[in-house]
């Protein structure tokens, strides 16, 4: 069964930092890219970030590019997205996806492509 799981979700003041993880099981890891996407309240889902887990070759969308980081450690078949100096305006649900590649739109927006599983997303609050 393939499965992945979100956690590291919670609430953080603006500037803050959290860091997301992804653990994945069920399939062959590397032979996969894990993408992070967020659904904020009353917007359309949004890529935000993903990793070719073969290669290590990594993705940004403008608005978190030089913020978050995603990283993966592969002996434990886990992504992570470090997010530093958090803003109101990341306030979502998160989530991870596997997907047979990723790519960026002429927007700047990480896409996924081909076959893609996903988790079940963690809640990110960021307010004071």
């Known amino acids: 069964e393939v499965k992945l799981v979100e956690s590291g979700g919670g609430l953080v003041q603006p500037g803050g930092s959290l860091r997301l993880s992804c653990a994945a099981s069920?399939?062959?890891?590397?032979?996969?890219?894990i993408g992070w996407f967020r659904r904020a309240p009353g917007k359309m889902r949004e890529g935000i970030s993903c990793?070719?887990?073969?290669?290590?070759?990594?993705y940004y969308s403008d608005s978190v590019r030089g913020r978050f980081t995603i990283s993966s450690e592969n002996g434990k078949n886990t992504v992570y997205l470090q997010m530093n100096n958090l803003k109101p305006e990341d306030t979502a649900v998160y989530y991870c996806a596997a997907h047979t590649g990723c790519t960026l739109t002429s927007g700047n927006e990480v896409l996924g492509y081909g076959e893609d599983y996903w988790g079940k997303g963690t809640l990110v609050t960021v307010s004071s």
């Open positions: 069920g399939f062959s890891f590397d032979d996969y890219a």
């Open positions: 990793m070719s887990v073969s290669d290590g070759r990594t």
